[in-house]
């Protein structure tokens, strides 16, 4: 070879090697605090100026004392036995036949049956701790074999080897598919002669059959699914042929079915295939399958109650008329997509939520008291899972707050005290049975439905949770009195069509206990003297007059119409009905007339007017806003972060520690990429922020190896409906502390979470992370999550505010309501969050409220959630990934619309747009929208435990990361290389053209 | 042209294949881009002209141009897959939030062919184009 195609060839090489090193490093940047994350880099670093600092700064301590190894075993083992006291309270007993469960100890030789036990659902897919998937889960197969069961190996292997595999979304490279979605269980043909043979004589005391139904972020559960074109949540044929094997095969003496789903399945075939027993175990996390081997053993007796209704067919809940994959396109989508700036996926799709507030139990148990008695067309056909008139017990199959025990209770109300902002009831409840056992007693309320209500649209569910308890282990013959505080606030109604506020109706109010919703409503049915009542088998039933309390209430739209702020409350999402835009375009379901108002799929075309607003970039700058130079900024008075803790929020040295910082400084501040940067002038340290309702993943999801002496990934607790379902304030305060506790030995400033939507069809990817159908109920579990979290000096972060109760479409979708259901469902989870819990910090939905993304909507994040509710800490958006484009992208409409911060911006976009427009708009007014936003995220990054060790005579100093200097370090090398090799090239080209020359000369003269 | 060819070496079909390679993937990535908010004018622009580079090479044969070809189609496959970086993540992630994880074997696609380019462009750089 030539030496000048050597070095040409070179030279080719060592370009492309330099052009990777380039846009890697240029992309490498993008991602810094992913990459820091992953490699466990902390961009800042404390350095004391002081001489022998003598002050506590120890601001938050953590209750095992020094946070060091030892300590933190502890903290991992109080997690780990957290995890499965949360399974042993939250795993709800569905059926027991002839006391089928607990298992004696010569019924432990064991068959397991389905594909999901050797793929057990620790967890769906989102933000979280992935432990469970690693060394430390703990499967049923080995929570069973830890406690004494003989597994039959022959068959479990054959699951373990078979390719079978369930999946959820994901894309296929072969198909090129949007999804590589498997049900993931086995065909009939899977189970051979001698698989057969190996239950034929052993392993057949139980046949434990463990079914999955798998959603996740992004994976919303199918209503018709792609394996048999039904609903995701029913029995499938190849289950039914294996639960048909079963019970052929006449061999097993008993079948015990476990449900692992977040999701709620169809379980109306249990008799028909001979299942003893069906126990739900939700998403049991990192450890939670002990506690369901101590279920099924009798270690532990079962005591949770479901937080969701168990529907015949999921697909008769009201909601699922025009929610999750029944949403509908506009019917000018051609023109739609032709006008607006969002891609097709964000811009195409919408959700009439007709159903208004009957989701879940308040469907079904508010239409069965009018069926009772016969009135408002309850019989209707319409919404009838048959076809033929409305029948309660051909719909649900378990309802709200249903479960069973190990043993028996009996629940006495003893008084119901009225007061001006509470209702105070008393409860005893005594163990009747034979084993001990804890008993979690429903206080539940139905508030007037009259003329006025009707009048007005203010609709009223028969029956509705008021507040929970749980006893402690009630040992047989025991007695426990429970007194329960209910919010008052909770028995309102908001009209939003007569009185634009709260009010309280006039008429006849009923406090009600009992076993379940159904129970509780059949009470007061007894209490009004109704007939016809029946229990969930159909079969008639009495109710129990004496478990009802009753008082008569005057119209009141005074008593809640201002807030705990003294703002008036009063309607703000008007145009997120669709009827404002389109007169009548919705009918709203009302239980004045079940068969006249089940909802339709509603069609419509988005209109000019509608448009514009869909589309815009909302935020124009004022004509009186004030200039950039009205605010001073840069002015460094030498205040330390640090000073500002404790300091009120209102408080004036805000403004001046505020304005000491540029607005670059300030502008950096908003771009959150699983934490913030550090901003040296004012001392303020790189801080890092975790992700995950059932426990603390993103960026920070291990502990650190270098400051512990060891690493252990962070606990996965079970899924938040199973912690609902522990109906246990004192579990759901315990989880907060000890995510708390993970939280100061992870250093982290906030973690997002609690989730806080609803279960609003059945079908939500993401309703295993969210508590339940039940808005009251997450109002509730809210509270003590939050308020222990927080005393640990970690924020937490509620998500995802609101509306954003289904996974598919979720981005962009236009959701449209009226406020009641809004304000009464929606809204409420979040606003026990903030207003009870005093949370700080709050993730936004991804779709939008009417016509306004959740993040460009001024009357979610500043009237309500700010003015009313009081809220103060930081607002921040679902990932915008540093959108450029679409909806995502309307950055200055965001942030003046109450918006603080902007979620997994890796790579600045936020900062760049906001400081662009700032700057070269002279405008203060975004100026001032941009300090209120750095205030809030200072605010409470500075109380957090992120500031423990700091004192004023600490310095903040950045660190340069390794791996930047690496990565220029290769740009030089291959830089150099590349001009070497070209140089070499030209001596080489020039000494070939010299030789050419002289060659040629040389035969001139020759 | 039969004049031109036939003065061609071995390593000038190579360049010549990277050229007609880049050809599909410029219309590959026209046709695509668009649609997907993906659109990158440094991309098009790396593409087109290594392409321009390309057709020169027909007529006029030089080490350096060849050279600027292989970096003009780095810098588009290199670009390409750090614009697509969060249509990655979703995929691995299984979830729908920083790109669109269903177009990823579209990008593997059109970056398979660019890397076709570079490959060929790079074997080309250590050949001779034109017969001596």
């Known amino acids: ?1006 | 042209m039969k004049e031109i060819l036939s003065k061609k070496a071995a390593g000038f079909y190579f360049a010549a294949l990277a050229g007609l390679v880049a050809i599909v993937a410029i219309i590959r990535y026209v046709a695509w881009a668009p649609a997907h908010n993906a659109m990158n004018s440094l991309i098009l622009v790396a593409l087109v002209l290594g392409l321009v580079i390309d057709i020169v090479l027909i007529f006029y044969d030089n080490n350096y141009l060849i050279v600027a070809a292989t970096a003009c189609y780095s810098v588009a496959l290199f670009q390409l897959l750090a614009d697509s970086v969060g249509s990655f993540v979703d995929l691995f992630q299984g979830i729908v939030m920083f790109g669109d994880s269903t177009q990823v074997g579209t990008i593997i696609s059109i970056s398979c062919f660019i890397a076709v380019s570079i490959l060929a462009s790079v074997v080309a750089s250590f050949m001779k184009r034109v017969r001596a």
Request: negative net charge.
């Open chain 1, 1 to 1006: 070879m030539k030496k000048n195609k050597l070095w040409t060839g070179l030279s080719s090489v060592f370009s492309f090697l330099l052009c990777f090193a380039i846009i890697g490093t240029n992309c490498a940047l993008g991602y810094a605090s992913t990459i820091n994350g992953a490699l466990g880099i902390t961009t800042s670093k404390l350095v004391s100026t002081g001489d022998g600092d003598t002050e506590d700064t120890e601001y938050y301590k953590s209750g095992y004392g020094e946070l060091n190894g030892d300590n933190l075993k502890k903290l991992i083992a109080d997690t780990h036995a957290q995890t499965v006291t949360e399974e042993e309270e939250g795993a709800v007993l569905l059926k027991n036949d002839n006391n089928a469960l607990p298992l004696s100890p010569d019924e432990l030789h064991v068959t397991l049956f389905g594909h999901a036990v050797v793929q057990p659902l620790f967890r769906n897919s989102s933000a979280g701790s992935n432990a469970s998937t690693g060394e430390e889960g703990i499967d049923l197969y080995h929570g069973l074999k830890n406690v004494g069961f003989s597994i039959n190996d022959t068959l479990f292997n054959a699951y373990a080897n078979s390719p079978t595999k369930r999946g959820v979304a994901g894309f296929n490279f072969v198909t090129q598919e949007t999804t590589t979605w498997d049900f993931g269980e086995e065909d009939i043909s899977f189970y051979t002669d001698e698989l057969k043979a190996s239950w034929e004589n052993d392993y057949n005391d139980v046949a434990i059959v463990m079914l999955a139904r798998q959603g996740g972020e992004g994976s919303e559960l199918f209503m018709e699914d792609p394996e048999e074109g039904i609903s995701q949540l029913a029995l499938h044929k190849k289950e039914k042929d294996l639960l048909n094997m079963i019970k052929a095969s006449g061999k097993f003496k008993k079948t015990i079915v476990l449900v692992n789903s977040g999701n709620p399945m169809e379980l109306g075939w249990l008799e028909e295939y001979g299942v003893d027993a069906c126990l739900w175990i939700g998403c049991p996390g990192e450890k939670g399958f002990e506690g369901v081997a101590n279920i099924l053993t009798g270690a532990a007796n079962p005591s949770g109650r479901l937080a969701e209704t168990y529907a015949v067919n999921s697909l008769s809940a009201p909601a699922c008329v025009n929610n999750s994959f029944n949403n509908q396109t506009w019917t000018n989508l051609e023109e739609v997509l032709k006008n607006t700036g969002d891609s097709e996926e964000e811009a195409s799709y919408y959700a009439v939520q007709a159903e208004g507030i009957y989701i879940g139990y308040k469907y079904y148990e508010t239409r069965y008291e009018d069926l009772v008695l016969g009135r408002y067309n309850a019989n209707g056909a319409a919404g009838s899972s048959t076809g033929n008139a409305w029948n309660y017990t051909e719909e649900v199959t378990y309802p709200f707050g249903y479960g069973l025990s190990y043993t028996t209770f009996e629940q006495r109300l003893d008084s119901v005290e009225v007061g001006e902002d509470t209702v105070k009831v008393q409860i005893t409840v005594t163990n009747t049975g034979s084993v001990a056992g804890k008993s979690a007693v429903q206080v539940y309320a139905q508030t007037p439905y009259g003329e006025y209500e009707q009048k007005n649209f203010v609709e009223k569910s028969a029956i509705q949770l008021l507040d929970f308890g749980k006893t402690g282990l009630l040992q047989p013959g025991e007695s426990e009195t429970l007194t329960i505080q209910c919010d008052k606030y909770l028995l309102a109604s908001y009209d939003y069509v007569g009185a634009k506020g709260y009010i309280l109706s006039e008429g006849a109010y009923y406090i009600s206990i009992g076993d379940d919703a159904h129970d509780a409503l059949n009470n007061i049915l007894a209490a009004k003297g109704a007939q016809g009542m029946v229990d969930l088998s159909g079969a008639a039933a009495s109710g129990s007059p004496e478990k009802t309390y009753t008082w008569t209430g005057k119209f009141d739209d005074e008593k809640y119409s201002t807030s705990s702020t003294g703002v008036r409350v009063t309607n703000q999402f008007d145009d997120a009905n669709l009827n404002h835009w389109i007169e009548g375009a919705v009918t709203y379901l009302s239980r004045s007339d079940w068969q006249g108002t089940y909802p339709a799929a509603v069609q419509v075309a988005l209109t000019d007017e509608m448009m514009q607003i869909f589309n815009g970039e909302l935020y124009e700058k004022p004509a009186d806003a004030p200039s950039v130079s009205d605010f001073t900024q840069g002015d460094n008075q030498g205040i330390p972060l640090v000073t500002m803790l404790g300091v009120d929020y209102h408080d004036s040295l805000w403004e001046t520690f505020l304005n000491q910082m540029t607005i670059g400084e300030m502008a950096t501040l908003i771009a959150d990429s699983f934490g913030t940067k550090e901003v040296t002038s004012i001392d303020k340290p790189a801080v890092a922020v975790g992700d995950g309702p059932d426990g603390i993943g993103g960026m920070v999801s291990a502990f650190d190896e270098a400051k512990y002496g060891f690493t252990a990934p962070t606990n996965c607790y079970t899924n938040e409906s199973i912690l609902a379902s522990t109906f246990n304030k004192e579990l759901m305060e315990r989880r907060g502390a000890l995510m708390g506790e993970e939280g100061l030995f992870l250093s982290i400033m906030e973690n997002w979470g609690p989730g806080a939507d609803l279960h609003r069809t059945p079908f939500g990817g993401r309703n295993f992370e969210y508590f339940s159908e039940d808005a009251n109920m997450n109002y509730l579990c809210e509270i003590p999550y939050v308020t222990a979290m927080q005393s640990k000096g970690v924020n937490a972060g509620p998500k995802h505010i609101t509306g954003n109760d289904q996974e598919n479409n979720r981005e962009g979708v236009a959701c449209f309501f009226n406020e009641q259901a809004f304000r009464e469902g929606s809204l409420r989870g979040f606003e026990g969050a903030v207003v009870k819990g005093n949370a700080h910090a709050l993730m936004q939905g991804f779709n939008r409220l009417g016509l306004i993304g959740c993040s460009s909507s001024t009357a979610l994040n500043t009237q309500v959630i700010r003015n009313e509710w009081g809220f103060i800490g930081h607002i921040e958006t679902d990932a915008t990934a540093g959108a450029a484009e679409g909806y995502k992208a309307h950055y200055t409409t965001n942030i003046t619309a109450g918006t603080d911060s902007y979620c997994l911006d890796f790579s600045g976009t936020s900062t760049k747009v906001i400081t662009e427009a700032i700057t070269s708009n002279d405008d203060g007014y975004l100026l001032g929208s941009l300090r209120r936003a750095a205030h809030n995220i200072l605010y409470v990054t500075v109380n957090s435990n992120i500031m423990n060790g700091y004192s004023t005579n600490s310095k903040v100093v950045a660190i340069t990361p390794w791996w930047q200097p690496t990565m220029y370090g290769l740009i030089a090398f291959f830089a150099a290389l590349s001009l070497l090799s070209l140089v070499m090239l030209t001596l080489s080209m020039l000494k070939e053209k010299k030789g050419n020359r002289d060659r040629k000369e040389g035969g001139q003269a020759a």
